[in-house]
T-cell receptor, first 114, second 112 residues
Framework: AQSVTQPDIHITVSEGASLELRCNYSYGATPYLFWYVQSPGQGLQLLLKYFSGDTLVQGIKGFEAEFKRSQSSFNLRKPSVHWSDAAEYFCAVAFTGGGNKLTFGTGTQLKVEL | SQTIHQWPATLVQPVGSPLSLECTVEGTSNPNLYWYRQAAGRGLQLLFYSVGIGQISSEVPQNLSASRPQDRQFILSSKKLLLSDSGFYLC???????????FGQGTRLTVV
């Protein structure tokens, strides 16, 4: 069964520091990969997505992610974090030939220190 | 443009009472529809998804059921709520090309 692992439950960074959130998936087929952000009590907003092509994808709010097939990873990065980036971040995966399921990780709560 | 509506935003229900949460999508046809539950520290748990009218796939055995009476309507129900049904419920849709999912604003359900 397809699954997504976000090993970091909580991460704290200082404003202006760089950020990397980890995401690993399991399954054998070609993945569609997503990163979402959620503010408290709100729905989820798409940050970026990967379907095919260039393995480094750019998203909104200055975020980027890199797909590494050999490591089954899709880590999210930002060079300089802003206080407004504090939120919960979710990685998600769907697979071609895997039906229509969209599976999410358990999320990473980001805290930004001023 | 496409929009997704989910209501109510908050709900407090006694144990043993029924539940009905509704989700509707506008501006698209034949969407794939999803119900997720979010509990603290557990991420988004996929409860049900639907690829068409009357077609429901259940991901986990539980006290809930889902129905899709119309193409763009997805309903989450329970006959008798349990305390463990408390959580934040999110509806989402994906287009026929199975690209990204778009989410509603969620329903905070508290069972007391």
């Amino acid at each position: 069964a397809q699954s997504v692992t976000q090993p970091d439950i909580h991460i704290t960074v200082s404003e202006g520091a760089s950020l990397e959130l980890r995401c690993n998936y399991s399954y054998g087929a070609t993945p569609y990969l997503f990163w979402y952000v959620q503010s408290p009590g709100q729905g989820l907003q798409l940050l970026l997505k990967y379907f095919s092509g260039d393995t480094l994808v750019q998203g909104i709010k200055g975020f980027e992610a890199e797909f590494k097939r050999s490591q089954s990873s899709f880590n999210l990065r930002k060079p300089s974090v802003h206080w407004s980036d504090a939120a919960e971040y979710f990685c998600a995966v769907a697979f071609t030939g895997g039906g229509n399921k969209l599976t999410f990780g358990t999320g990473t709560q980001l805290k930004v220190e001023l | 443009s496409q929009t997704i509506h989910q209501w109510p935003a908050t709900l407090v229900q006694p144990v043993g009472s029924p539940l009905s949460l509704e989700c509707t999508v506008e501006g698209t046809s034949n969407p794939n529809l999803y119900w997720y539950r979010q509990a603290a520290g557990r991420g988004l748990q996929l409860l049900f998804y639907s690829v068409g009218i009357g077609q429901i796939s259940s991901e986990v055995p539980q006290n809930l059921s889902a129905s899709r009476p119309q193409d763009r309507q997805f309903i989450l129900s329970s006959k008798k709520l349990l305390l463990s049904d408390s959580g934040f419920y999110l509806c989402a849709w994906r287009g026929v090309q199975l690209t990204e999912a778009f989410f509603g604003q969620g329903t905070r359900l508290t069972v007391v």
